[in-house]
């Protein structure tokens, strides 16, 4: 990877949608061989996929939690257990293995908080590998980043 390709990747990441001919224009290459290292980026992992970014306050989610679980073992099979329930249940935007007092930690979008409790106690506290669940309601987000600085 050169200075061209981490050029391409971060005019993508704020403008994924961009025309391969402003994107080589703004690399300071031409279309082909713009397009040969966007297809070889995409082909090598680099580039996972193309999204649209929704807000999710338009779609009436209004709270994000953080929760942090801990499991009742802790093994392979619960472990596998336990994400594999947490990967069934779209309110869980991500689930990360912790170290500490707890397990894991799960980001969590709900409507409202009534939504939440709803959730809590028919979808994720039904998972038979949790022991425990400590939930934080985020009361404000100051900001949130979407892309990874490239050129550091």
């Known amino acids: 990877m050169d200075n061209k390709d981490l050029q391409i990747l971060e005019a993508l990441q704020s403008h994924g949608r961009i ?50 679980v801990r499991l009742t073992e802790n093994s392979f099979d619960k472990a596998e257990e336990f994400e594999q329930a947490m990967r069934s249940l779209p309110q869980i935007l991500e689930c990360s293995v912790v170290t500490g007092s707890y397990d894991y930690l799960l980001k969590i979008i709900a409507k409202d ?21 400590e939930s934080t309601v985020v009361l404000k987000q100051t900001f949130s980043r979407e892309t990874i600085p490239i050129f550091d």
């Open 19 to 68: 025309a391969i001919s402003e994107l080589a224009e703004q690399v300071n290459l031409s279309d082909t061989p713009c397009l040969r290292r966007v297809k070889k980026l995409e082909a090598s992992g680099m580039i996972k996929g193309y999204r649209a970014s929704i807000d999710a306050n338009a779609l009436g989610y209004s709270v994000l939690i953080y929760a942090q």
């Open 113 to 133: 908080l009534g939504h939440y409790e709803h959730f809590l106690k028919t979808s994720l506290g039904k998972v038979a590998a949790i022991d425990s669940i």
